[in-house]
């Protein structure tokens, strides 16, 4: 039987919807909904969260983002442009630094911190308790990241910006302030953002440490009413939480990587 | 921050026995060199010749491997000078002309006022808009170089370096990246120039601008300069076999 290629297409998708169909009756007959209900979006348990959930859960979890961000933000920076210096050294160091921190778990990362100062430095503690903690830990895990991104954002201004600024009369240190930083974080704009969406993920990992309920959260918070109320609601609300924060950066991002490319 | 001392007596750019070396590969042989004030020299050649080496070894964009440069009597090539100083009475034109993406046009025009010159905001605001009247892109200045056209872009630039009050101007191929009808523009904003008194060396294509504006013509082939004189006498009767072969190809 001969078919137009249009009508083959048309049949192609037709397949294809019909198969989706078929799975998801197949889910809806096999999952037990009232369970589910129960289980998940539990109508007791869920105005039991409220209002931690989002005063002291989702609140640190903004908190500990935000500042890993920024701590890691400056120091990738720094990295960065030490990487790109022309003292040996630097470059050496900054190579060492971040294939040290990327390569490594975050996991491993925070517990080596926390465990692992006091003994190196006796004595001694982080400023800012789990603030400070996370801050540091996800911080450095962040810059090891940023630092390559900056650094070929750095790269990616054309020569001939340095060139024009220098003509000028700006010192070296001048044109990067003024010139090639500027237009290097607009090129690298949407993958720090998605860096940002990353560290909001990994700053769940803060848990190894132990935490108080006023510095749980949003997976530590979760984590405590899961086994609280032997019920998967709160974790669920947590999920959707998570969601909250992520979704519309991932939004913005892609807002972001349209405009850039009209512009290309 | 002692200013430079400039020799009032001394040419605007007097290069001596210039060598530039790219690793092996010697681009520049011993060019000897000069631009009196208030003149207008065009530089020609072939592709490869060196041309714009020359021009960017003059403000150091381009490191000398020998040889001496002067401006205004100030050694460029002195590993001691303040670069930065000198470089802002040098001004510089692009090929593609280098505007700063990111600023406004008026932003473009003072960034390097101030953080350079150290003038007032307000000051340099002032200079800024009596450029852009000057390249008559004063109705452009909340414009952002994306928007513009490249002869329009070509004559922010010139505005940029013009903003800095510039003793004297280098242009390296200003028009050849612009479209046809885009030329005209620029060049009638260096003629302005030239006709002011502004010391400019200029490499270029443009045989009718060296003609009729410039006050000397140098010709360049293989990292020497083969001849130069009066534009009309180096164009219209030339002594060298080269320049001969090389003008019958672009006239
Ligand atoms: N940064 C560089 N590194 C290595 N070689 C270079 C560099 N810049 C220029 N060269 C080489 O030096 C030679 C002269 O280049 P230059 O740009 O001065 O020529 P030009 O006369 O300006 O040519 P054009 O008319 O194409 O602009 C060329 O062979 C070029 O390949
Ligand atoms: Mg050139």
Redesign the pocket.
């Known amino acids: 039987m001969a078919m137009s290629p249009r009508r083959r297409a048309e049949v192609s998708r037709y397949v294809q919807y019909g198969v989706l169909a078929l799975l998801l009756l197949l889910v809806a007959l096999g999952a037990d909904w009232g369970t589910l209900q129960t289980q998940f979006l539990n109508g007791e348990i869920l105005p039991q969260l409220f209002p931690e959930i989002f005063s002291i859960a989702l609140k640190n979890t903004v908190l500990y983002t935000a500042c890993a961000f920024v701590f890691g933000l400056v120091l990738g920076l720094v990295l960065a442009l030490m990487r790109l210096s022309s003292v040996g050294p630097y470059r050496w160091l900054s190579t060492v630094f971040v294939e040290f921190f990327r390569g490594v778990p975050a996991l491993i990362v925070f517990i080596g911190f926390y465990y692992g100062l006091p003994v190196a430095f006796p004595g001694r503690v982080l400023p800012g308790g789990t603030l400070g903690v996370v801050t540091v830990a996800l911080g450095l895990v962040g810059a090891a990241y940023m630092a390559e991104t900056i650094r070929a954002g750095i790269q990616a201004v054309p020569k001939g910006q340095v060139e024009a600024a220098r003509s000028l009369g700006m010192s070296h240190t001048r044109s990067m302030v003024s010139i090639v930083i500027p237009q290097a974080f607009r090129i690298i704009l949407p993958p720090l953002t998605n860096e940002l969406i990353l560290l909001t993920k990994d700053s769940s990992l803060v848990y190894v440490i132990g935490l108080s309920l006023s510095d749980s959260e949003l997976t530590d918070f979760g984590r405590r009413n899961l086994s609280q109320y032997v019920n998967l609601t709160p974790l669920f609300a947590t999920a959707l939480c998570y969601l909250i924060i992520t979704v519309p950066l991932s939004i913005v991002v892609r807002r972001m990587e349209a405009r850039a490319d009209r512009a290309r | 921050m002692p200013d430079i001392q400039v020799d009032t007596n001394a040419p605007a750019i007097d290069v001596q026995e210039l060598h530039k070396y ?2 092996d ?1 010697q ?1 520049l042989t011993g060019i000897d060199f000069e631009v009196d004030r208030g003149q207008v020299v065009c530089v020609i ?12 070894c003059v403000n150091r964009l ?1 490191e000398p491997t020998s040889g001496k440069i002067f401006v205004e009597g100030v050694e460029v090539t002195d590993p001691d000078v303040d670069l930065d100083q000198l470089r802002s009475r040098i001004g510089m034109v692009f ?1 593609q002309f280098n505007l700063f993406p990111h600023l406004t046009v008026l932003d473009n025009l003072t960034i390097a006022q101030t953080k350079v010159k150290k003038r007032g905001k307000d000051e340099a605001r002032e200079i800024a808009r009596a450029t852009l009247e000057k390249v008559g892109l004063a109705h452009r200045e909340d414009a952002y170089p994306a928007h513009l056209s490249g002869g329009q872009q070509q004559r922010i630039a010139i505005a940029r370096a013009l903003s800095m009050s510039p003793d004297l101007m280098l242009f ?2 200003p028009t050849s990246a612009l479209d046809p009808e885009l030329v005209g523009d620029v060049l009638d904003v260096m003629k302005d120039l030239a006709a002011e008194g502004m010391t400019m060396m200029v ?1 270029t ?1 443009e045989m009718g601008f060296a003609r009729e504006v410039g006050h000397k013509l140098v010709f ?1 082939d293989g ?1 020497v300069i083969v001849e130069e004189g009066d534009p009309k006498e180096v164009l219209g009767n030339p002594q060298q076999e080269r320049t001969q072969s090389f003008l019958s190809k672009v006239l």
Do not use: A, C, I
């Open positions: 790219f690793g590969n681009v050649g072939p592709s490869g010749s060196g041309k714009s080496t020359l021009l960017r381009e090929q390296d191929e490499v294509h360049m990292g």
